[in-house]
């Protein structure tokens, strides 16, 4: 009996589990989704509420998703969304420009360009808002954790999608992703990991410019559901009636910050309006891995050179100029350091960064004074 040079291969080493610097045990292999030994929705509170109340942390956790009303000031993100304009070359007064011909890399890259994704990464408007303390407080509020980290995320600027923006250029799939309703989470695992996203608003929605929508119906009672599913369903794809389980678009004004629970099925509905845009910055946080040293210098590097961060492979760059070439590094307040990596979250009292770098950086040091697929 021969052995084919495939079944001679060494199996692949699992991948190392880091635990985050935190009383309380979150584990993940990529800083992106967590093993705990409570869920979020299930989380008794060990730490005092610091941005939500009672009732939106209740809301949160029976729901799926809550709404901080201007974590950041209103006029701060006036300020992003300008940025965004800019930083494409469209002009908010000629709708005409948002539908010009350009060159795309790859499929990924056209579907990108019909969702309204904006390859901006670190500009310093970007990490104001990462580094906001009502933002990183209400992130501690959910999951009832300190040492955390802020995700690298972009933009997006979504135009009525029609001509080179049409979502009919993508073809359909029967099963997986579908930016109409999906799951950020496999939840057919017997144990589901924790993920948490999250959006900053940076216009005012309305229902004609599509935008987020969810079914916090289906996450209250999906462990009364799930048992009623075939065994072959899509993990990532809910087939759920509509009219017991709606779909809601929240009202989301700029400056306000929507987090929800990987659990939850939501998605981006399309933008029917005539010439109105819906604008949003991702940002997240996680428990910080501080341990995982290759997944946090990637993150430092990122950063200080403005490069596309390697978390996510829709992560593409600017095709036309990357913001390597445009804008300076990010300066960052102490806050900032730590969600980012540059500084350990076991050293709060100098802003030291873990292996010397906030020293290379000329980072700041000190805690200022006084939370991407949808």
């Known amino acids: 009996m021969t052995t084919s040079a495939a079944d001679s291969r060494p199996p692949r080493p ?38 939500l109340s009672e009732e939106d942390f209740a809301h949160w956790q029976t729901y799926g998703y809550v709404i901080v009303r201007e974590a950041v000031p209103a006029a701060v993100a006036g300020q992003l969304l300008d940025f965004t304009w800019e930083f494409q070359g469209l002009d908010p007064d000629r709708p005409d420009s948002w539908y010009e011909d350009r060159p795309f890399r790859s499929a990924l890259d056209r579907q990108l360009h019909v969702y309204g994704f904006v390859e901006a990464y670190h500009h310093q408007l970007l990490w104001d808002n990462r580094q906001s303390q009502r933002v990183y407080d209400a992130f501690v509020d959910v999951w009832d954790c300190e040492e955390l980290w802020v995700t690298l995320d972009r933009l997006n600027l979504n135009p009525p999608n029609v001509k080179n923006r049409d979502r009919a250029l993508i073809d359909p799939t029967d099963r997986g992703f579908d930016i109409e309703l999906h799951w950020d ?22 229902p004609e410019l599509g935008g987020f929508q969810c079914c916090p119906e289906l996450f209250r009672r999906f462990e009364e559901w799930k048992p009623g599913q075939p065994a072959d369903r899509d993990p990532l794809r809910p087939d759920a009636d509509r009219a017991a389980f709606p779909v809601v678009r929240p009202e989301l004004h700029p400056g306000d910050l929507l987090i929800w629970n990987g659990l939850l099925a939501h998605g981006v509905a399309r933008n029917t309006s005539k010439d109105g845009v819906r604008a949003v910055q991702y940002l997240s946080m996680m428990p910080a891995l501080e341990e995982h040293e290759r997944l946090r210098r990637s993150r430092v590097d990122s950063w200080r050179h403005l490069r596309t961060p390697r978390w996510n492979r829709t992560l593409v760059g600017d095709p036309v100029l990357h913001e390597s070439q445009r804008y300076p590094t990010a300066s960052l307040n102490g806050l900032g350091e730590r969600l980012l990596g540059l500084a350990s979250w076991t050293d709060r009292g100098t802003g030291t960064a873990a292996g010397g770098d906030a020293a290379a950086a000329g980072g700041q040091s000190g805690e200022p004074s006084c939370a991407v697929s949808a």
């Open 185 to 206: 989470i496999d939840t057919t695992l017997g144990v589901p990991p924790q993920r948490v996203q999250g959006i900053i608003a940076l216009n005012d929605t309305r």
């Open 14 to 51: 699992r991948p190392r589990l880091h635990r985050a610097p935190s009383d309380r045990p979150y584990f993940s292999t990529d800083g992106e989704s967590y093993l705990a030994q409570t869920t979020l929705r299930e989380l008794e509170k060990s730490r005092p509420l610091r941005v």
